[in-house]
T-cell receptor, first 115, second 115 residues
Framework: DAGVTQSPTHLIKTRGQQVTLRCSPISGHKSVSWYQQVLGQGPQFIFQYYEKEERGRGNFPDRFSARQFPNYSSELNVNALLLGDSALYLC??????????????FGDGTRLSIL | GENVEQHPSTLSVQEGDSAVIKCTYSDSASNYFPWYKQELGKRPQLIIDIRSNVGEKKDQRIAVTLNKTAKHFSLHITETQPEDSAVYFCAASDYLNSGYSTLTFGKGTMLLVSP
């Protein structure tokens, strides 16, 4: 069975541009979470979606937005990119939207570099 | 929200030795504590998790202990092998306003196992 898949693998953008990252969860998983991982740090929570509804949002500016589609795949959008947005963006899926004590499984991430 | 502290930041051991990584958390409501292994350039991989109704869990050479009173949990790796070299992250469940939960991660421990 396929794991969590993310695209693209790498992306280079310039300041002020916009970017869209994509994620397909493990088959049967209905919840998707997005994390930002800056070099040398642990993943930091950005969004959680379940059944197309936003369940939670981390401490990120409104330039960050996301959505989940009927097939449970998800997109993360970042507008007006800043140098500080350079990071590995990870998507994780879990079976249910409770999130409570549900294992989250990560994709390989999208490496975003801002020039 | 939850706050997770992880120590040490780096750990060097000889092959065959044991390694212990410790984490503390702040929110007594947290009840799920996973550990992830991340090799360079790869996805965080869930290696073991523990729920708050259990004090210890083992899986071959890996074990996790949880002390709810003290709000700390630890990862123990016995008979370390060079392939255990990676960055290890602890995490704790963090409850969102929606009632669902996500994960708050520690900053990671780089484990180096020398042959």
């Amino acid at each position: 069975d396929a794991g969590v898949t993310q695209s693209p693998t790498h992306l280079i953008k310039t300041r002020g541009q916009q970017v869209t990252l994509r994620c397909s969860p493990i088959s049967g998983h209905k919840s998707v979470s997005w994390y930002q991982q800056v070099l040398g740090q642990g993943p930091q929570f950005i969004f959680q979606y379940y059944e197309k509804e936003e369940r939670g949002r981390g401490n990120f500016p409104d330039r960050f937005s996301a959505r989940q589609f009927p097939n449970y795949s998800s997109e993360l959008n970042v507008n007006a990119l800043l140098l500080g947005d350079s990071a590995l963006y990870l998507c994780a899926s879990s079976e249910t939207g409770t999130g409570n004590r549900q294992p989250q499984h990560f994709g390989d991430g999208t490496r975003l570099s801002i020039l | 929200g939850e706050n997770v502290e992880q120590h040490p930041s780096t750990l060097s051991v000889q092959e065959g030795d044991s390694a212990v990584i410790k984490c503390t958390y702040s929110d007594s409501a947290s009840n799920y504590f996973p550990w992830y292994k991340q090799e360079l350039g790869k996805r965080p991989q869930l290696i073991i998790d523990i729920r708050s109704n259990v004090g210890e869990k083992k899986d071959q050479r890996i074990a996790v202990t949880l002390n709810k009173t003290a709000k700390h949990f630890s990862l123990h790796i016995t008979e370390t092998q060079p392939e255990d070299s990676a960055v290890y992250f602890c995490a704790a469940s963090d409850y969102l306003n929606s009632g669902y939960s996500t994960l708050t991660f520690g900053k990671g421990t780089m484990l180096l196992v020398s042959p």
